[in-house]
């Protein structure tokens, strides 16, 4: 193992053009078929922990463990029983001993080393006092994401063999309706539960605690400490997966702690001034990553209120110094602010237009502009607290257009990450410092990547002049194996210990990976075209009316159909003054009219014909949709995946109906069609 003092990270970082240049280097020797594996330049050998003393989890959180430093902040509601106030905070030295007190009470209740519990909650300070509680007698967290339903989260307990669940208090119910879940024992709430649940709960033969009963049990048991080794098994995350049972990814704690590093000692180079806003799902291998970074370097963590809505309403309270994201979060705060600028009188939108134009075109040059910022972007920057360093954004691809623009507004670096649960949500991320923000960067400093053949997409390593194939990646934060799955884990982690991701990558001049394509999730039409629906969805959501875009096609037939819901705040805002006869507030009725199926089959061509599509990657037919993609209705993950067997099934007659109406149409495509 290797670690890397903070004195030679900060030396590393700072003025060195060099790197951006050529940020990995190739190692050891060449395949048939594959390029050879690349490392960070800075770190050719490879990363397993931040410090000699920080080798598990548990470690981490003892860290800071007598700070009297805020760690743990959430808005308390005010007297109105409505209005969020200020943030409150709960110190490092607070979390830790509500910790110890609830891992005592789990060992108390039979809980031991090795066994699992579940957490089942929305992001909050007590999730990660769950957390560290269960580290201080290595017993494994389970993450049971918030919107599960019943049968998903009975499929986890039971896999999972889970004994016992901390929940928050609307969660209950949920476990309840369960009709066999055997291993589960116990429910501890994190909320005083409804007289109705209470009913409930005395009719079951489930034992209960609340969260404060259960800190008190622990505080009367206390028990000595026994933490895990840091090859053993520190949590278990279920893929929310598009398709069948959500796969159990069991992390170790090298793996956790190597992320820590890794992205500690890469990119970010956080430091204990460091405010993080966390809203990402913690039932995912980032957000988790992200907490545990920012907990090791002894910064705050701030919740959002649980209402994704809510979100920029929280941002700008807490003031976080950098933004995590996904592409759909960045778009839609895209277009919300050019609905607000549009809005404006005609001086204000033409100095923001020449302004941004004039930004944005300092910047390719490696200029600046502090007039423009003084004028109008010191402004825009308050609207995300005025502190944020750098904005990241990962689970797709980010739109160029959106990156440069967030850039110039925010007046801050904007990074793309590439990773998955598999590898604790992170393996290549930009760095603040390289001006493009169009690829993923290099490797992480605790792992390595190659990339492998795909001949029948027509990606080779020896692709001139940029090598592409499947991304691969090996290192210390790779995770051990799919849970009690011995077949798709021999499937997707080699012996070797390279996993295959099933991503499409390329390596770039300057050393870095862009992702470009996904192996999975492409169909070929009648013509034999080979068609990648989630890079076309991608391209069409970049229209200002489109909100979620649904990509379809099948080997029976020529061309391409979708489903389509409108973004409807930007609509309110552009199309009645020029359609005064729709009524805005019948989304069923607006849906079905032949003048927005117009008007946003136009905007989706405007957006094909930007991105170069071909005449076969374009969408000849769409149904639009008044009703969002969502967890709720199980047409998305909680990481804002579309479920694509889900919306196919659910969208079957429609889509067959499309194909229909678009033939009787066009005659003459009936006959390239089976």
């Known amino acids: 193992m290797s670690t890397v003092s903070n004195q030679q990270h900060i030396q590393r970082i700072s003025g060195d053009e060099k790197f951006i240049a050529s940020q990995s280097i190739t190692v050891g020797g060449e395949t048939n078929g594959e390029t050879k594996a690349r490392r960070n330049t800075k770190y050719p050998d490879l990363i397993s922990q931040p410090d000699d003393t920080t080798k598990t989890l548990y470690d981490v959180y003892q860290k800071n463990k007598n700070s009297e430093k805020p760690f743990l902040g959430i808005r308390g509601l005010l007297a109105d029983g409505k209005t969020r106030g200020p943030y409150q905070w709960i110190t490092y030295k607070d979390a830790a001993k509500r910790a110890e007190n609830v891992g005592f009470a789990l060992f108390n209740q039979g809980i031991q080393k090795g066994d699992r519990i579940g957490i089942f909650s929305i992001n909050r300070p007590e999730w990660v006092i769950s957390d560290m509680g269960s580290m201080n007698h290595g017993i494994v967290p389970v993450a049971l994401y918030a919107t599960l339903g019943p049968n998903a989260i009975e499929y986890v307990i039971n896999h999972a063999e889970i004994k016992l669940v901390l929940c928050e208090g609307k969660n209950i119910d949920k476990l309840l309706q369960m009709t066999n879940a055997q291993s589960l024992t116990t429910i501890v709430s994190f909320d005083q539960p409804t007289e109705a649940i209470l009913n409930k709960l005395k009719d079951s033969s489930i034992k209960f605690f609340t969260l404060a009963q259960f800190e008190q049990l622990g505080a009367q048991n206390p028990t000595a400490h026994t933490p895990s080794n840091p090859d053993d098994l520190c949590t278990l995350l279920y893929t929310s997966g598009s398709t069948g049972n959500p796969k159990g990814v069991m992390l170790t704690h090298t793996n956790m702690v190597s992320e820590v590093a890794g992205a500690y000692f890469s990119p970010a180079g956080l430091t204990s001034d460091d405010v993080h806003m966390s809203y990402l799902p913690l039932a995912h291998s980032f957000e988790r990553a992200v907490v545990s970074m920012v907990c090791f370097v002894g910064g705050q963590i701030g919740f959002f209120s649980g209402v994704i809505p809510e979100l920029f309403n929280d941002i700008h309270e807490l003031k976080p110094t950098f933004l995590c994201g996904a592409p759909r979060v960045w778009q839609k705060l895209h277009d919300k602010m050019w609905l607000t600028i549009n809005g404006e009188s005609w001086l204000k939108r033409t100095l923001f237009t020449w302004g941004l134009s004039s930004k944005q075109s300092a910047q390719k040059s490696g200029g600046s ?7 109008i972007f010191s402004k825009t920057k308050e609207r995300i607290g005025g502190r944020v360093k750098f904005i990241l954004s990962g689970s797709a691809p980010l739109d160029p257009k959106i990156g440069e623009f967030l850039k110039a507004v925010f007046c801050c670096p904007v990074v793309q990450g590439y990773g998955l649960t598999e590898n604790v949500g992170g393996a290549c991320v930009g760095y603040p410092e390289d001006p493009e923000s169009a690829y993923v960067g290099p490797p992480l400093a605790c792992c390595e990547v190659k990339l492998v053949d795909v001949p029948e997409m027509n990606y080779y390593a020896t692709d001139k002049p940029n090598p592409r194939g499947e991304v691969a990646i090996r290192g210390y934060n790779v995770f ?35 992702i470009v394509d996904r192996k999975k999730n492409i169909f070929k039409l009648s013509q034999g075209e080979y068609v990648a629906a989630e890079y076309l969805e991608g391209i069409y959501v970049r229209s200002p009316l489109a909100s979620q875009v649904f990509v379809y096609g099948d080997s029976l037939n020529s061309f391409l159909v979708g489903v389509v819901v409108p973004d409807f705040d930007v609509l309110e805002k552009l199309i009645p003054s020029k359609y005064p006869h729709l009524d805005f507030n019948d989304k069923k009725a607006l849906v079905k009219s032949k003048e927005l199926y117009k008007e946003i089959m136009d905007s989706l061509e405007v957006s094909a014909k930007g991105a170069n599509l071909q ?49 009787q149409l066009h005659p003459e495509i009936s006959r390239f069609d089976n």
């Not at 849970?483 to 770039?508: C, M, S, V």
């Not at 149904?623 to 709720?632: K, P, Q, Y």
């Not at 429609?654 to 109406?661: G, Q, S, V």
């Open 615 to 663: 005449s076969f990657e374009k969408m000849k037919h769409i149904h639009l949709e008044d009703t969002a993609f969502s967890e709720e209705n199980n047409l998305m993950t909680p990481s804002f995946k579309p479920k694509r067997p889900q919306l196919k099934e659910h969208y079957e007659s429609i889509i067959a109906n499309l194909y229909k109406e678009y033939k």
């Open 480 to 514: 051990k194996g799919y849970y009690k799955d011995p077949e798709k884990t021999a499937e997707d982690l080699r012996q070797d210990g390279w996993f295959h991701t099933g991503d499409i990558g390329r390596w770039n001049a300057n050393g870095t990976l862009s």
């Open 369 to 375: 502009t502090p007039i423009w910022d003084s004028i």
